[in-house]
């Protein structure tokens, strides 16, 4: 591991002020991936910037919906009452990522800030664009099993791992940030991260410095029907090869209103509009559900060993809104 700097700020303020004056410096909260990465060689910050001690540590009330502080821990934010019964999908997505320990360790912002689980970003032996701009993508033309399908380019095609993020973005959750200036920040969980385009090193809209803060999560009829489905190779401890975070506001046997979200096929946590637009209007039924699965995977592109992702998603879709809808 190379040799950086540590601090524990005592307030916000602080942070901002260590994380706009240190070149290279990242906020530490769990640090589940940011430790990891570190002693891989992967990440080199120079300055660790510890915000456990601040008091983003709370999940409340928040009007009608709730906030979620940066530095709440998975595992208690899976647990807690107001999750459970206001927005199950969310209460599944974390229950079903990693295991009970680092579930025990990670943080809300940490989550959102995941780096991805591609083989060759993880080898600094290997060609990567998100590591080192410019190299290439080794993963084309490579072992693509576990890549995406979905929102990639000729520069990345790694794929997002987080299942949280998936359970959030189908709650139209909001991310609240503070940038180093100190001037604050909302933004809609769907434009927080990126598609990698040319430009595979930028991973979310943060600016240097920028601190996130706290997640809300608004009240909406369709939040309590909600429902997330993981697929993957091994029961637990596994990154998914397809998810779907599912809600349905159905009325009299009819969609109301949907919201359709992907995991482990794209290179960010995918919403599919494509898919909700197949659903709203419709009647709650196995017909309407295929539609929408369809629809979820418009414009996938497989590479070879990753084509099965493809046919698996549709499938995830499928399952996760019959588990989940009423059917006529």
């Known amino acids: 591991m190379r040799p950086f700097a540590y601090s524990r700020p005592p307030d916000e303020k602080e942070a901002l002020a260590l994380g706009s004056a240190a070149e290279g410096g990242q906020y530490l909260a769990g640090g589940t ?7 891989l060689d992967v990440m080199r910050p120079s300055r660790l910037i510890d915000v456990g001690g601040l ?28 999750i459970a019964e206001r927005y199950p999908v969310l209460r599944e ?31 600094t032996g290997s060609a990567c664009n998100k590591r080192e701009p410019g190299t290439g993508c080794a993963a084309i033309g490579g072992y693509t099993r576990t890549h995406a399908v979905l929102g990639g380019s000729e520069h990345c095609i790694a794929t997002h791992p987080s299942d949280m993020c998936v359970g959030l973005l189908a709650l139209d959750a909001v991310v609240h940030s503070r940038k180093a200036d100190g001037t604050a920040r909302s933004t809609p969980f769907e434009g927080f991260h990126l598609v990698p385009g040319e430009t595979p090193h930028l991973e979310t809209v943060l600016e240097p410095g920028e601190l996130i803060t706290h997640v809300t999560l608004p009240l909406s ?39 359709v979200a992907l995991g482990g096929v ?28 369809d629809a979820a995977v418009l414009g996938a592109v497989g590479r070879g060993q990753n084509n099965f992702k493809i046919e698996l998603a549709r499938r995830t879709v499928v399952r996760a809104l019959r588990e989940l809808g009423v059917t006529t």
């Open 33 to 39: 991936t940011l430790v990891d990465l570190m002693r």
């Open 93 to 123: 997505a974390l229950l079903s990522g990693a295991s009970p320990q680092l579930r025990n360790m990670a943080s809300t912002a940490g989550n959102l800030m995941q780096r991805t689980r591609c083989r060759y970003f993880r080898d």
């Open 266 to 293: 794209a290179t960010k946590p995918w919403r599919s509009h494509d898919a909700e637009r197949a659903l709203a209007g419709k009647p709650a039924s196995l017909e309407t559900y295929r539609a929408a699965g």
């Open 221 to 259: 009829r369709f939040a309590r029907h909600s429902h997330y489905v993981k697929v993957r190779d091994r029961a637990a401890y596994a990154f998914a090869l397809a998810s779907a975070a599912v809600a349905l506001d159905i009325r009299d046997g009819v969609i109301a209103d949907a919201r």
């Open 55 to 82: 008091t983003l540590g709370r999940v409340e009330r928040d009007g009608d919906g709730v906030r979620i502080g940066a530095t709440v821990k998975n595992s208690d934010l899976a647990h807690h009452p107001l």
